[in-house]
């Protein structure tokens, strides 16, 4: 790819006491301190219309230009695949390693960006997102009104929503609830962190242990609600962090590398995968009628539904995706999603 030279802008969200500098650090994680300190010591950054250099006082809403100068974008997998499509949503893989929307080092080689540019259209958007070592199911919708009717929060749209993963260990029962809230702190060593916490955002995950073996549990998931890093937060909370998690095994010791180094094979050993195994293989959006979800409203009309069984080369050779997808086939799926069903009609009442 030859080198880029361009520009992005946005918006300070949630200032707090913050500087620029430590607002930078805080916010944008795909840079350390150091490194934002070098870019504003290089006028890459604008704060509303003036070049910035770390001190200044934030307001919520102000503009940040960020200018990118003969970058050399890292090389992501391109492999994703646009699985159906009618009018106005769409369901497509993404490969682990590909994010889905920009970040601080990959500005061109989005999902975003890739399907719009094969589908010819700058109206379709990505209606959720997966984190970037995940792999798995984006849905997306064309047009402002089809986002608005069929995003997840909207009163119009019912989510279904399962996953996989390969995580240490096995979970305390063969099927349960992780009822657990999360929230950031804002002095951990990890910014983007979530930990249990009495006061964070109410989080209910469902799981069923598919199998085990050779110390490695097999899982479905479906996440109730939407929190960051739900699956994976929950997980580790019960003491089965997903294998090849940076941030939520190992004391997050090999995120922390990363960030001045590139982890070698014994790191990756030590993970159990070059990338965290989680998959999303199945997403139901339903049309809702009446006001509200739950028991003020019924769904109407046909559901969109797909399904993703390419979960990857790492993840395969733990667990074939023909284990998830024959237990998809078994009753106690249709009781897995019947329950899923249940709990978020009881959390949208």
Request: proline share 7%; glycine share 8%; charged share 25%.
């Amino acid at each position: 790819m030859p080198k880029i030279n361009s520009s992005f802008t946005a918006k300070i969200r949630n200032p707090g006491p913050d500087r620029l500098l430590d607002y930078l650090a805080r916010r944008f994680t795909y840079h350390s301190p150091a490194e934002w300190a070098d870019l504003l010591a290089k006028d890459r950054l604008e704060l509303e219309g003036k070049v910035a250099r770390g001190a200044e006082p934030l307001r919520e809403g102000m503009e940040l230009r960020f200018a990118v100068v003969d970058y050399d974008e890292p090389e992501v997998p391109l492999d994703y695949r646009i699985l159906e499509r009618d009018k106005r949503l769409a369901f497509v893989h993404k490969p682990a390693g590909m994010p889905v929307h920009r970040t601080g080092k990959i500005f061109f080689q989005t999902l975003a960006n890739l399907v719009k540019e094969e589908l010819g259209d700058p109206a379709w958007a990505p209606l959720n997102r997966l984190d970037r070592e995940t792999s798995g199911l984006v849905a997306f919708a064309r047009g402002p009104d089809a986002f608005r009717e069929l995003a997840p929060s909207s009163e119009h749209s019912r989510w279904t929503k399962f996953y996989t993963a390969v995580v240490r260990g096995e979970p305390p029962a063969a099927g349960g609830r992780i009822e657990v809230p999360l929230g950031e702190k804002s002095d951990g060593a990890i910014r983007c962190q979530m930990h249990a916490m009495p006061h964070g955002k109410p989080a209910l995950t469902l799981y069923r242990k598919i199998a085990f073996r050779d110390g490695l549990s097999l899982l479905a998931l479906s996440p109730i609600t939407g929190r960051k890093h739900q699956l994976r937060a929950h997980l580790a909370e019960i003491g089965c962090p997903v294998v090849g998690d940076k941030i939520y095994s190992l004391g997050g010791r090999a995120y922390l590398k990363q960030l001045d180094a590139d982890l070698d094979s014994a790191d990756h050993a030590a993970l159990g995968a070059t990338r965290h195994l989680l998959h999303s293989f199945c997403l139901r959006i339903g049309s809702v009628s009446g006001t509200a979800l739950g028991s003020a409203g019924s769904v109407t009309g046909p559901a969109s539904e797909a399904w993703d069984w390419d979960v990857g080369p790492e993840f395969a050779r733990v667990f074939k995706a023909l284990e998830v997808r024959t237990w998809c086939a078994t009753p106690a799926f249709g009781e897995f999603w019947a329950e899923a069903e249940a709990a978020r009609n009881g959390m949208q009442a």
